[in-house]
């Protein structure tokens, strides 16, 4: 099992920044991915960034290219996201996710974070 705490969330205006962690513990997750997702009130939970935990290859979705940045500190294992440039539209709950299929989108989630609440205002 892998447990996943999520950390940073909060309300920050647009045009901002904020920067998320996320804590692993339990199994040893090595050679698999780590990531975030999002979802916002009403919308279905979407792909924001992923990391590769040996690697640290990264991949970004759509709206987190140019403007977040995924990292990972394999010692205190724990996996950050630095969100810049934030708009009312990432306002969301952002979840930390595990999983060697991650990159298929939820059906490839083995592990949850319970998520934190990132709110956008204008």
């Known amino acids: 099992q892998v447990q996943l705490v999520e950390t940073g969330g909060g309300l920050v205006q647009a045009g901002g920044s904020l920067a998320l962690s996320c804590a692993a513990s339990g199994r040893t997750f090595t050679g698999g991915l780590m990531g975030w997702f999002r979802q916002a009130p009403g919308k279905e939970r979407e792909f924001v960034a992923a990391?590769?935990?040996?690697?640290?290859?990264?991949v970004y979705g759509v709206s987190a290219k140019g403007r977040f940045t995924i990292s990972r500190d394999s010692a205190k294992n724990t996996m950050y996201l630095r969100m810049s440039s934030l708009k009312p539209e990432d306002t969301a709950v952002y979840y930390c996710a595990a999983g060697t299929r991650l990159l298929r989108g939820v059906d490839g989630v083995d592990y949850w974070g319970k998520g934190t609440l990132v709110t956008v205002s204008s």
């Open positions: 990391i590769n935990w040996s690697s640290a290859g990264t």
